[in-house]
């Protein structure tokens, strides 16, 4: 196994040249007639990871996870090679990695996580070179349709060739975000927080967004309108939230802009009922860094210890797979976890029914035909829930709603506290309006 | 009324933008270096704050008074070991070192403090709010405008009543010709540097209390503090309080509208003043 290491930043300019120096003699070496698969020879992975910059959170688990996979991939008989790229949570440098990946290393399987700035420019590279790739974390939708040549005509729309996706849509953060809303006593009015980004954009879209979904319902959605990531003021926002009455507040916004959004609201006097975005409070350092001012706010929860899911590659619990990587980092779980695990678990199973692993159409295949239960439920390109236009490339996973509460030694936990969708994980609470006694 | 309410958190703003100027301006008045990094000795500085409030459990204002000589004696060393190297006719070798500098500063906090969101915890007073009458604002905010209008007063001081100032005043006009007369530019440069990472310190504070912050956020700042340095006019400081509250009620404004011209009336606003003023608003003679 070889694990490239992670490029730290932009000025390894000299590292840069020397390694494209050493592909060129290895290209060169290899001669001129030998095709560019050979056979008999290691089956090459690619994935390409945020470890540095804002998005950082989401990969904090990668070098734990991938080590761990490589290994057991290794051991049940696969002969794989990882090859590990950093994004630099920059959607370009992403793009830039991949083909790198692809060109210099001759992977045969791209793998990619962690939000659509980072999953869509290495999903349309693979699609173009013809390269299978698996995605996951990101909403389908600003995958899907971020991907398409016209986001705006749905006629236009076409299924992928080699890019498959597994995570949940909108469709189900309107149901749990409704369902959690809907165990509280409010007049139904929301406002939302939707930035300027690939996640703001499809979800503040007022007809393929939230918008239509809650209204359905129910609930009626205030939307002052796109802002810059790294605001540093919602005045404007909180003014159209109290002129609009809204008593719940919802989003997708990034974490340093909860913290400021949620502080400006108590010092301008405005108080929901219910604050529930998504992304911002995802990790529980993110939640920490606001202090008791956290307490109770709410978020979609895509995965966690609780689930009563197992590994297919290592038979570890969900529970198991958290407390592990805790253990062995003294970090505690984060939910990307269970997804990455979870990527690398689908592509061993790929690579194990492929007939040929390094032939891109049968892997391509094979990914399509996949029917597993993971750590983070059943993973199957069956169509099952989807529309007809993304039903080959998209296959949903479970999602329940989780409010953070501050456990005794002044940490938080995350509760779930509406599991209506998705039954078979246990909730360990009800929601509760926010208080401000 | 919802008016008034903008205009002041607007006003408001502008004094954080402000904080964030005046060491800029300060460096780049005396000494023409444009300090891409700023931002980031800012996030920087929001770090060293933390580490004195987390570890030593000192009251965040107490531990910018620890942070302030720490951070001044980082910026005299950077001054002379790294940046006066640097400083000469040409404008690029300083620019590419500092873009440099922003990039290292970026990773070492990253390898420091990994990727997660910070906050500086000031408990009540982080949202704590007074009634004007005409609106409800934040004592946090308030405060931070109050800083940036003591910070202006103290620098204004030391520029125009001191021997240092004169120093400054004289190298900034002709380093040459100041040399000649027995200044020591490269300790003034130094000092200078110095005193604006005291300023970087104390609106590191303010940010850190405001907004939690990560080890990537520090150039999104970087781009408004430019913006108010300029409109201000080169070496005002009285200039750059101007620009920034221009720029902050700019942005305000714009949101109130709506949201999505937030940042480009602020660039707007700031276009705007150059066709009519190219030199700024209140240029200091000479520059």
Redesign the interface.
């Known amino acids: 196994m070889i694990i490239k290491p992670k490029t ?4 390894t300019r000299r590292k840069l040249l020397k390694g494209a120096a050493a592909t060129a003699v290895v290209a060169g070496a290899s001669g001129l007639y030998t095709p560019a698969i050979a056979a008999g020879r290691k089956i090459r992975i690619g994935y390409v990871s945020p470890q ?6 989401f990969a ?1 688990a990668d070098a734990y996870i991938t080590e761990r996979a490589v290994a057991k991939m290794n051991e049940i008989g696969l002969d794989v090679e990882l090859f590990i790229k950093d994004s630099q ?1 920059n959607p370009n440098r992403a793009a830039t990695v991949a083909q790198e990946l692809i060109i210099d290393d001759e992977i045969d399987l791209m793998l990619v996580a962690s939000t659509p700035e980072n999953t869509n420019p290495v999903s349309t590279v693979c699609e173009n070179e013809g390269v299978p790739i698996i995605s996951t974390a990101a909403p389908w939708q600003p995958w899907f349709i971020g991907q398409q040549g016209n986001p705006g005509d749905p006629a236009s729309w076409k299924p992928f060739d080699y890019a498959y996706h597994f995570f949940w849509g909108l469709e189900n953060i309107i149901e749990v975000f409704s369902n959690m809303w809907g165990q509280l006593d409010t007049n139904k009015s929301v406002g939302g927080l939707f930035p ?1 980004d690939a996640d703001g954009n499809a979800w503040g879209d007022p007809v393929n967004g939230l918008k239509p979904g809650l209204a359905a319902n129910g609930f009626s959605l205030t939307d ?5 990531n ?4 919602f ?3 909180i ?1 159209a939230f109290k ?1 609009a009455n809204n008593e719940i507040v919802t989003g997708v916004i990034i ?6 959004f949620w ?2 609201c ?4 405005f108080s929901p009922k219910a604050v529930t975005v998504a992304k911002a409070i995802l ?1 529980p ?2 939640i920490e ?3 008791d ?1 956290g307490y109770n706010l709410s978020s979609e929860i895509w995965w966690s210890p609780m689930h009563p899911f197992t590994s297919s590659l290592t038979g570890e619990s969900a529970k198991d797979l958290a407390g592990g990587f805790s253990e062995a980092t003294s970090r505690p779980w984060t939910q990307p976890i269970g997804f990455t695990h979870g990527l690398f678990e689908v592509a061993a199973d790929v690579l194990k029914r492929a007939g040929d692993p390094t032939n891109p159409e049968d892997v391509a295949d094979t990914i399509g035909a996949t029917r597993l239960d993971t750590v983070v439920g059943r993973v199957a390109w069956d169509g099952a829930g989807m529309p007809p236009f993304a039903a080959k490339n998209v296959c949903k996973t479970s999602l329940v709603g989780g409010q953070w509460r501050l456990k005794g030694d002044g940490k938080y936990e995350l509760v779930i506290i509406d599991n209506k969708s998705a039954p078979m994980i246990p909730t360990g609470g009800t929601m509760e309006a926010l208080n401000y006694a | 009324m ?1 008016w008034v ?2 205009v002041i ?2 006003v408001l ?1 502008g004094g ?2 402000t904080l964030f100027a005046t060491g800029l301006s300060l460096v780049f008045g005396i000494m023409r270096l444009v300090n891409l990094a700023h931002g980031d000795f800012i996030i920087f500085g929001a770090y060293v704050i933390l580490v004195l409030v987390t570890w030593m459990g000192l009251d965040p204002f107490l531990a910018v008074l620890i942070a302030m000589p720490f951070m001044f004696a980082l910026g005299y060393v950077l001054q002379i070991v790294m940046l006066n190297k640097v400083i000469g006719d040409e404008i690029l070798p300083p620019l590419l070192v500092t873009f ?1 500098l922003s ?2 500063v970026q ?1 070492v906090l ?1 390898e420091g403090f ?6 500086i ?1 000031a ?1 009540e007073l ?4 007074v009634d004007l009458g005409v609106a ?6 308030l405060l931070t405008f109050g800083s940036a209008i003591l910070v202006i007063v103290i620098l204004q001081q030391i520029f125009y009543r001191t021997s240092l100032g004169r120093a400054f005043r004289a190298t900034s006009d002709d380093p040459v010709t100041a040399s000649l007369m027995g200044i020591k530019t490269d300790n003034i440069f130094a000092i200078a540097t110095g005193i604006a990472m005291v300023v970087v310190t104390i609106s590191a504070l303010y940010l850190g209390m ?5 080890p ?2 520090g150039p ?2 970087l781009i408004y503090a430019f913006e108010a340095v300029i409109i201000g006019g080169l070496g005002s400081f009285w200039g750059t309080l101007v620009g920034g509250v221009i720029i ?1 009620v700019a ?2 404004l714009g ?2 509208v ?3 011209w ?2 480009l009336s602020g660039h707007v606003a700031f276009i705007i003043v150059l066709l009519v003023r190219p030199r700024g608003l209140f240029p200091k003679a000479g520059l």
């Open positions: 730290k930043s932009l000025i540095t910059g804002p998005l950082a959170g904090e949570s300027n002052p309108g796109r802002f810059q790294l605001t540093d003021d005045t404007a926002q003014n002129a974490p340093p802009d909860i913290a400021t502080n400006q108590k010092q301008q006097g990790f350092q993110s860094a606001l202090g001012q | 919802i309410d903008t958190q607007g703003l954080l933008y440099g990039i290292v990773n990253l990994t990727a997660d969101t910070q906050r915890h408990q982080q949202i704590a709010s409800t604002v934040g004592v946090l905010p405001r907004a939690s912050f990560d990537a956020i999104a700042r902050g942005q305000v949101a109130a709506n949201p999505e937030q940042i």
